[in-house]
């Protein structure tokens, strides 16, 4: 059973940062890209950055909308994925979830991916 867990979330201004954990168990954890996606009420789950099993992200690992802003890493050691949200604006308020990935693809779709945290909130607002 894997299970992961999303951390970190929380009321900022903008313009103001966040880190965002995702806390994984299981051994393998180095063998799987983590992605995370954000939501907001009524509508589709939308990609915002991979994090792959290499440790090695270029820009095309990150959505449009948070290129320059956002930044993924991970620690396998801890079985940690952390999102660094810098710049944040008002429009990233949203449902933040990680999730594992298992199937191949762009990455950027939430059906390459089976198991998924709770999701944290963000809420940028002054």
């Known amino acids: 059973q894997v299970q992961l867990v999303e951390s970190g979330g929380g009321l900022v201004q903008p313009g103001g940062s966040l880190r965002l954990s995702c806390a994984a168990s299981g051994r393998i954890f180095s063998r799987y890209d983590i992605g995370w996606f954000r939501q907001v009420p009524r509508k589709e789950r939308e990609f915002v950055a991979l994090?792959?099993?290499?440790?090695?992200?270029?820009?095309?690992d990150y959505a449009d909308s948070v290129k320059g802003r956002f930044t993924i890493s991970r620690d396998n050691t801890n079985n940690t994925v952390y999102l660094q949200m810098n710049s944040l604006k008002p429009e990233d308020t949203a449902v933040y979830y990680c999730?594992?990935?298992?199937?191949?693809?762009?990455?950027?779709?939430?059906?390459?991916?089976?198991?998924w945290g709770q999701g944290t909130q963000v809420t940028v607002s002054a």
């Open positions: 994090s792959t099993k290499n440790n090695v992200n270029s820009d095309s």
């Open positions: 999730a594992r990935r298992i199937f191949s693809g762009t990455g950027t779709q939430p059906n390459e991916y089976d198991y």
